[in-house]
């Protein structure tokens, strides 16, 4: 059964720090995309960042580029976001997903597995 598991959301104030795990289980790891995505009610669900697990190339929305880093431990195989200078904007329930890949310029994960979301809010 594959199983990903969200963690590390939490409050913090405008200009800090967050880091997001994605603990993963049930399928090959290094055999995937894995992506991270975020969504507010009422708003669609918006992909931010994802890694090519076999390769390690990785993708940035433009929303979070420069500011949030996505990275993998294939021996923990596990997947990570580490968000800096967070703003309000930022808050959302953040899910990792896989399969994921890119289309235009969009990470898409409608195919794959995902976890229950880990909720990070930002204060202004």
């Known amino acids: 059964e594959v199983q990903l598991v969200e963690s590390g959301g939490g409050l913090v104030q405008a200009g800090g720090s967050l880091r997001l795990s994605c603990a993963t289980s049930?399928?090959?790891?290094?055999?995937?995309?894995i992506g991270w995505f975020r969504q507010v009610p009422g708003k669609e669900r918006e992909g931010v960042a994802c890694?090519?697990?076999?390769?390690?190339?990785?993708y940035y929305s433009d929303s979070v580029k420069g500011r949030f880093t996505i990275s993998s431990d294939n021996a923990k195989n596990q997947v990570y976001l580490q968000m800096y200078s967070l703003k309000p904007e930022d808050t959302a329930v953040y899910y990792c997903?896989?399969?994921?890949?890119?289309?235009?310029?969009?990470?898409?994960?409608?195919?794959?597995?995902w976890g229950q979301g880990t909720q990070v809010t930002v204060s202004s």
């Open positions: 997903a896989a399969p994921v890949s890119v289309v235009g310029g969009v990470i898409l994960g409608d195919f794959g597995s």
């Open positions: 049930g399928f090959t790891f290094d055999g995937y995309g």
């Open positions: 890694i090519s697990v076999p390769d390690g190339t990785k």
